[in-house]
């Protein structure tokens, strides 16, 4: 059974920085896309961040460029997030997943295996 546990969230000042962590149990995320995702309220969930199944490419949404990383530590079995220079649009509930086998890239929800619970981001004025 694959658990993804997100932390890390919180409550920040506009222009602060935030590092979420997903911690990972079930399966070694070493071979395998892992992704962030968001859903603010009143919106669909929006892809923000992807990690390749082999660790060697990002991607990232257009609206993040520049301010968020996207690492994994596969020792600790743990993806990471570093948010930096955050807006009040960034906030979100911020989604760790978990890519199908043999997918490159995950940056759509049909291309998730498993997702975690969310952990709040509020980025304040």
């Known amino acids: 059974q694959v658990q993804l546990v997100e932390s890390g969230g919180g409550l920040v000042q506009a222009g602060g920085s935030l590092r979420l962590s997903c911690a990972a149990s079930?399966?070694?995320?070493?071979?395998?896309?892992m992704a962030w995702f968001r859903q603010a309220p009143g919106k669909e969930r929006e892809f923000v961040a992807g990690?390749?199944?082999?660790?060697?490419?990002?991607n990232y949404a257009d609206s993040v460029k520049g301010r968020f990383t996207i690492s994994r530590d596969n020792a600790k079995n743990t993806v990471y997030l570093q948010m930096n220079s955050l807006k009040p649009e960034d906030t979100a509930v911020y989604y760790c997943?978990?890519?199908?086998?043999?997918?490159?890239?995950?940056?759509?929800?049909?291309?998730?295996?498993?997702w975690g619970k969310g952990t709040l981001v509020t980025v304040s004025s």
């Open positions: 997943a978990q890519g199908r086998s043999g997918i490159y890239y995950l940056s759509v929800p049909s291309g998730v295996n498993y």
């Open positions: 079930g399966r070694s995320i070493s071979s395998v896309a």
């Open positions: 990690l390749s199944w082999n660790g060697r490419s990002t």
